[in-house]
């Protein structure tokens, strides 16, 4: 018997799992594959990671925390997560994305720096930029070693399970330097280190509708094309063809915000889902919030833009 079953163990369900082990619940983590794997969100060797989020500012008020949760799962694992390089926003002068990550830097007191097209040619000569284009970059900003985080999260329960299980004292990741492996369906997997130096990721955030149980079979040509030929014209020092190609799947609502909810229905059912190509920065968070909702606590943020009852159809139903 458990308290809690999280069910999928991607980046999201790894930290829910991950925070209520910390909690105190005994905690059941599903996976439909073997471990790792790259059929989900969660793949790949980094993500983009940066506090502000335009005009949504509740991801920006949760960032702020998240930054700190980040630090302390590096700490915890004994793993160097995230990368603060900073963040480079660019596009046509007036452009209303420009205008709200400028206004929400603002808002939230984010350091940054407005960069003309002179300054753009300045500071970064291998890109070529339209004439008109002007930039902003984000202080806060940077890069999160993706498959890093997820295993730290993953081990971390673990040792955080194991050491209740034994009642051997208080838990200390301390005593465990390296972190190599994680169990998975009483099997034992290895979970390698990639590092590549000189690496740039070109990422395309869309792409057709897709059925994840034929991912396999998604048309990925024409996104291909569309990547090398941006490489070609703003990134001519870079070859085209890419030496690794990753597809990685979307789970979008029709607003592009989380739905952190209960189910309708039955109460007992958390909703973490339709993370949209940006949740990953923010899993700390959500596996705190999600971690609340299961243990019928009052959550730490306001849900209000998450709540499932936003769409007509849920209202319907209930």
């Given at each position: 018997m458990y308290d809690v079953v999280v069910v999928g163990a991607g980046i999201e369900g790894s930290a829910t799992a991950y925070n209520l082990a910390k909690n105190g619940q005994k905690t059941l983590l599903l996976e439909q594959f073997p471990l790792p794997h790259s059929r989900g969100s969660s793949h790949g060797q980094s993500r983009i990671t940066r506090v502000e989020y335009g005009e949504d500012d509740h991801y920006a008020v949760m960032m702020k925390e998240g930054g700190k949760l980040w630090l302390s799962l590096e700490r915890e694992s004994g793993t160097s997560l995230l990368v603060n390089c900073g963040c480079l926003s660019v596009s046509k002068q007036g452009n209303s994305y420009m205008k709200a990550t400028i206004s929400s830097l603002s808002r939230n007191g984010i350091k940054y720096d407005i960069l003309t097209p002179g300054d753009l040619r300045d500071r970064y000569p291998m890109l070529s930029l339209p004439p008109d284009y002007v930039g902003v970059f984000d202080y806060s900003g940077g890069v999160l070693r993706a498959d890093k985080a997820l295993r730290a999260f993953q081990t971390v329960l673990i040792l955080v399970l194991y050491w209740k299980e034994k009642k051997d004292g208080e838990f200390s990741a301390g005593r465990f330097p390296a972190f190599r492996n994680i169990r998975e369906n009483g099997g034992v997997y290895a979970l390698p280190s990639l590092e590549y130096?000189?690496?740039?990721?070109?990422?395309?955030?869309?792409?057709?509708?897709?059925?994840?149980?034929?991912?396999?079979?998604?048309?990925?040509?024409?996104?291909?094309?569309?990547?090398?030929?941006?490489?070609?014209?703003?990134?001519?020092?870079?070859?085209?063809?890419?030496?690794?190609?990753?597809?990685?799947?979307?789970?979008?609502?029709?607003?592009?915000?989380?739905?952190?909810?209960?189910?309708?229905?039955?109460r007992n059912i958390i909703i973490g889902a339709g993370f949209s190509g940006h949740g990953f920065k923010l899993a700390p968070v959500v596996g705190k919030i999600l971690s609340e909702l299961a243990m019928d606590k009052t959550p730490s943020y306001d849900l209000t833009p998450c709540r499932i009852d936003r769409f007509s159809s849920t209202k319907a139903r209930m």
């Open positions: 130096p000189g690496h740039a990721k070109v990422c395309y955030h869309d792409g057709p509708e897709t059925d994840p149980d034929s991912r396999d079979m998604a048309d990925t040509g024409r996104i291909l094309s569309t990547m090398k030929s941006y490489v070609r014209e703003h990134l001519p020092s870079l070859q085209d063809p890419p030496s690794i190609v990753e597809p990685c799947m979307y789970t979008n609502t029709p607003d592009k915000q989380f739905i952190l909810d209960h189910h309708p229905i039955h």
